[in-house]
Nanobody, 120 residues
C-alpha cells in the first residue's frame, strides 16, 4: 500500500511563493506519474499539474501555467509543486496523487491534503 503525504502549505500574501512537497512511502514512485489537485471551499477538486515518471512530460491547468512548476526528485521519492506569484484565488486544499491510471487526471493513491491560504 502506498501512503502519500503532502507538506509545505501555509499562509502567504498575494504575490508570494510556496513550495509543496509530496512524499510517498510503501513503494517507490520512480516508475509512476504524480499530480497535484486542489479544492477550494464549496467547489469541486480541480487538476493543477502532473508529471510523468521521469519528469519529461509535465501538464498544467491554464490557471496556474507560467506561475507553478511541478518537479520530482526520484532519489528522494518526492514530487514538488513550486508556486509563485500566488493569488487569493489559489487558496485551497492541495492534494497530491500518485500512480496514474489515466494520465494526467486519474490516480490510485491520494494524500490527505495541505491547506494553502493566500491573503490579499
Amino acid at each position: 500500500q502506498v501512503q502519500v503525504v503532502e507538506s509545505g502549505g501555509g499562509l502567504v500574501q498575494a504575490g508570494g511563493s510556496l513550495r509543496l512537497a509530496c512524499a510517498a512511502s510503501g513503494r517507490s514512485l520512480t516508475t509512476y506519474a504524480a499530480g497535484w489537485f486542489r479544492q477550494a471551499p464549496g467547489k469541486e477538486r480541480d487538476f493543477v499539474a502532473a508529471i510523468n515518471y521521469n519528469g519529461e512530460s509535465r501538464y498544467y491547468s491554464d490557471s496556474v501555467k507560467g506561475r507553478f512548476t511541478i518537479s520530482r526528485d526520484n532519489a528522494k521519492n518526492t514530487v514538488y509543486l513550486q508556486m509563485n506569484s500566488l493569488k487569493p484565488e489559489d487558496t485551497a486544499v492541495y492534494y497530491c496523487a500518485a500512480e496514474s491510471t489515466r494520465f494526467p487526471y486519474e490516480y490510485n493513491y491520494w494524500g490527505q491534503g495541505t491547506q494553502v491560504t493566500v491573503s490579499s
